[in-house]
T-cell receptor
């Protein structure tokens, strides 16, 4: 089954404790992206990757890191989480970016709470 | 820079009634436009998209949207609402010339009254 998987689905942590949210897709997509969803703000892009070893900042990259060592994986790293990073996070992938008419496939989301 | 405005954060309609969710965009060049739906506790999935060609676009579950350049709008409609349509709907825009950037609206929560 073609899908985007994220782990964990739910995470409660404390300020300053490094964490990684994994994202994997099995559709051989070049493009992958991370978003955060907050009430009333829709989805905001954190980072995206056009292909292996190619990443770039989105609209809200502060406090996050990413890497793209393999085509299928795109982990999101929070080196020192803070309460304002409490949010619902989505990973997405596509054969091409949205701008080329490509449909983005979304993971199920990771709900992160930072105390 | 492009932007998306969804009018109404919450829309409530009766089962069987017309659904109309409004989306206006701002773009200096021809955009690509999308509607995504998010069911509770799930990720987003594509309802429909406009890239080029016919301005009336049909999507899944009986939804359709019309690209109106003169009004910079891409409103989503469905003739007859079903209880299963209750979800959050996001309009999104991207530019042909900026392949990496997709901008989402703030979302509209659709409720269906029995």
């Amino acid at each position: 089954e073609a899908q985007v998987t994220q782990n964990p689905r739910y995470l409660i942590t404390v300020t300053g404790k490094k964490l990684t949210v994994t994202c994997s897709q099995n559709m051989n997509h070049e493009y992958m992206s991370w978003y955060r969803q907050d009430p009333g703000l829709g989805l905001r892009q954190i980072y995206y990757s056009m292909n292996v070893e190619v990443t770039d900042k989105g609209d809200v990259p502060e406090g996050y890191k990413v890497s793209r060592k393999e085509k299928r994986n795109f982990p999101l790293i929070l080196e020192s989480p803070s309460p304002n990073q409490t949010s619902l996070y989505f990973c997405a992938s596509s054969f091409s970016s949205g701008g080329m008419g490509g449909e983005q496939f979304f993971g199920p989301g990771t709900r992160l709470t930072v105390l | 820079a492009q932007s998306v405005t969804q009018l109404g954060s919450h829309v409530s309609v009766s089962e069987g009634a017309l659904v109309l969710l409004r989306c206006n965009y701002s773009s200096s060049v021809p955009p690509y436009l999308f509607w995504y739906v998010q069911y509770p506790n799930q990720g987003l999935q594509l309802l429909l998209k406009y890239t080029t060609g016919a301005t009336l676009v049909k999507g899944i579950n009986g939804f359709e949207a019309e690209f109106k350049k003169s009004e910079t709008s891409f409103h989503l409609t469905k003739p007859s609402a079903h209880m299963s349509d209750a979800a959050e709907y996001f309009c999104a825009v991207t530019l042909y010339s900026s392949a990496s950037k997709i901008i989402f609206g703030s979302g509209t929560r659709l409720s269906i009254r029995p």
